[in-house]
């Protein structure tokens, strides 16, 4: 079985060639590790991250801003909860909800913090929240020490939500990439089927990345973002 180091180190090579931001290289690190949440062992920080869920949910309330953002949190943690390791929430529609329901909450913790701060702040406030909820707490230090000096020696910061939404998604597939080239695979199309793919699958999905790669780089310089018709990143 991958460790999380293993985990990190692949999400932060296969969102690099198209997100060299630390920003967003740090959400891909968050996806990677939070599809594991499922596990048994992961059950305090669901509950934490169910609470934060209901109390961004009411702050959002009181300041008139989208609420949904804090239900969708709470219920992703519930998800996590009641589902098996490697079930719904390591398939492709479990991360496509995981990667709906972070890419929201990281939207409305940026409309609330940036009411009294910059974006800099802003975005390390909410890339060490996440990390501390989400992270297994050996690499929480050196993460924490990463991002601040790299958000404060960034010098061409920004924040669009297709880009945190791509990144963190990036970050899920990495991680499920990794789990199908185990022994027990992963159940890939859950809950539509208990089917588990193993190395095929893990395969056709690294071809698939390294094609975009490709095609980033031979059509669009650094920037595979805007084969799909969003702006450049840099």
């Known amino acids: 079985m991958p460790s999380y180091k293993e985990h990190v180190l692949v999400a932060i090579i296969m969102v690099f060639p198209f997100f060299p931001n630390i920003f967003y290289i740090a959400l891909a690190v968050i996806g990677a590790s939070i599809i594991?949440?499922?596990?048994?062992?992961?059950?305090?920080?669901?509950?934490?991250?169910?609470?934060?869920?209901?109390?961004?949910?009411?702050?959002?309330?009181?300041?008139?801003?989208?609420y949904l953002v804090g239900v969708l949190i709470a219920l992703m943690a519930l998800l996590f909860y009641v589902s098996k390791h490697r079930g719904l929430m390591h398939s492709i529609i479990g991360i496509v909800f995981i990667s709906v329901c972070v890419t929201f909450f990281v939207f409305g913790a940026h409309n609330l913090?940036?009411?009294?701060?910059?974006?800099?702040?802003?975005?390390?406030?909410?890339?060490?929240?996440?990390?501390?909820?989400?992270?297994?707490?050996?690499?929480?230090?050196?993460?924490?020490?990463?991002?601040?000096i790299g958000l404060i020696f960034?010098?061409?910061?920004?924040?669009?939500?297709?880009?945190?939404?791509?990144?963190?998604?990036?970050?899920?597939?990495?991680?499920?990439?990794l789990d199908l080239f185990t022994p027990s695979g992963v159940q890939l199309i859950n809950p539509l089927s208990s089917v588990k793919f193993k190395k095929r699958a893990g395969f056709?999905?690294?071809?698939?990345?390294?094609?975009?790669?490709?095609?980033?780089?031979?059509?669009?310089?650094?920037?595979?973002?805007?084969?799909i018709g969003f702006s450049n990143l840099l």
Not at 61 to 66: D, G
Not at 113 to 121: A, D, E, G, K, S
Not at 169 to 174: A, E, H, M, P, V
Not at 205 to 224: D, E, K, P, T
């Open 204 to 227: 056709t999905l690294l071809a698939i990345w390294v094609g975009c790669v490709i095609a980033s780089v031979v059509l669009y310089g650094n920037n595979f973002l805007s084969i």
């Open 154 to 177: 960034t010098s061409n910061l920004g924040f669009d939500i297709y880009y945190v939404a791509l990144a963190f998604f990036l970050g899920c597939l990495s991680h499920v990439i």
């Open 36 to 66: 594991d949440m499922d596990h048994k062992v992961n059950q305090k920080n669901i509950t934490i991250i169910g609470l934060l869920g209901v109390i961004l949910a009411l702050i959002l309330y009181i300041f008139h801003f989208p």
């Open 113 to 148: 913090i940036t009411q009294y701060t910059n974006l800099r702040v802003t975005l390390i406030i909410i890339s060490l929240i996440l990390g501390i909820v989400i992270l297994n707490k050996k690499i929480v230090p050196i993460y924490a020490f990463l991002i601040i």
